[in-house]
């Protein structure tokens, strides 16, 4: 991950009760984020 490709995502998406909050948010590069949408990320981890 570089600065350039580097977004914020949500580690409980807003679509299942996640908010904006610090505690909810993480760095991810632009195309794993993209990859993983709303897929809950320990389902994603797991893949």
């Known amino acids: ?3 350039f490709n580097a977004t914020l995502d949500h580690i409980q998406p807003v679509s299942e009760n996640g908010d904006n909050s610090y505690d909810n948010l993480t760095t991810c590069c632009f195309a794993c984020n993209s990859k993983r949408g709303a897929t809950p990320i ?3 981890i797991a893949h």
Request: glycine letters at 0%.
């Open 42 to 44: 320990l389902d994603f």
């Open 1 to 3: 991950m570089t600065r």
